[in-house]
């Protein structure tokens, strides 16, 4: 069973430019989260999805980011005119369901560096 | 924000136990308790979790107490390997606010030496 995947893993953008991060869960898995790392800081949530809807998006800034999980195929992660405070570790984390307890832990993973130049 | 609180950093001597501790007076009934280790760059590692009693699997035992305001991660036998960001974290169930999402504070960092 192959872990939750991510690419590019390195992403360079000049200012301005698009960036889109692709998160493919773990097999069976219909909840993803997306997580945001700044340079020498720690992880920060930004948004909670399941198939096809938004549940939580408490943790998206409010312009230029945008995050879909379509019916079929991966997660996506859309900066529109990336700045340079754009970059950073992004990661994905997939659940088999939203709650806690149980056998529903978070897998990240490997993360996409976004460099904005 | 953060509901844990952490020291920023320990060491720890190869092959000897690891005790991180970790406390979350606010705890509330329906929260466990969470640990992550974030190796050098790489994506968080799930580690464990419990509610109130104690649990072990193959990489960590976990210890609560009785009135569940702190938490101590045990690595019985810390390799160079552990040398990582520990994150202890909080997480309701789901139709709380929280919605399963992880909040992460600042961590520990444990430096094993040999």
């Known amino acids: 069973n192959a872990g939750v995947m991510q690419n590019p893993r390195h992403l360079v953008r000049r200012r301005g430019q698009e960036a889109r991060l692709r998160c493919s869960p773990m097999?069976?898995?219909?909840?993803v989260y997306w997580y945001r790392q700044l340079p020498e800081e720690g992880l920060k949530f930004m948004v909670y999805?399941?198939?096809?809807?938004?549940?939580?998006e408490s943790g998206m800034p409010k312009e230029r980011f945008s995050a879909e999980f379509p019916k079929e195929g991966p997660s996506i992660l859309r900066i529109q005119q990336v700045v340079r405070g754009d970059s950073a570790a992004y990661f994905c984390?997939?659940?088999?369901?939203?709650?806690?307890?149980?056998?529903?832990?978070?897998?990240f993973g490997p993360g996409t560096r976004l460099t904005v130049l | 924000d953060a509901k844990t609180t952490q020291p920023p950093s320990m060491d720890c001597a190869e092959g000897r136990a690891a005790n991180l501790p970790c406390n979350h007076s606010?705890?509330?009934?329906?929260?466990?308790v969470y640990w992550y280790r974030q190796i050098h760059s790489q994506g968080p590692q799930y580690i464990i979790h419990?509610?109130?009693n104690n649990e072990t699997n193959e990489m960590a035992s976990l210890i609560i107490t009785e009135d569940r305001k702190s938490s101590t991660l045990i690595l019985p036998h810390a390799t160079l390997r552990d040398t990582a960001v520990y994150y202890c974290?909080?997480?309701?169930?789901?139709?709380?606010?929280?919605?399963?999402?992880?909040?992460f504070g600042q961590g520990t960092t444990l430096q094993v030496k040999p």
């Open positions: 974290i909080v997480r309701a169930y789901h139709g709380s606010s929280n919605t399963g999402k992880l909040i």
């Open positions: 606010t705890i509330s009934g329906n929260e466990y």
């Open positions: 984390a997939s659940s088999p369901t939203g709650l806690a307890g149980g056998n529903n832990e978070q897998f």
């Open positions: 419990g509610l109130k």
């Open positions: 999805l399941q198939k096809e809807n938004i549940i939580d």
């Open positions: 097999k069976g898995h219909s909840h």
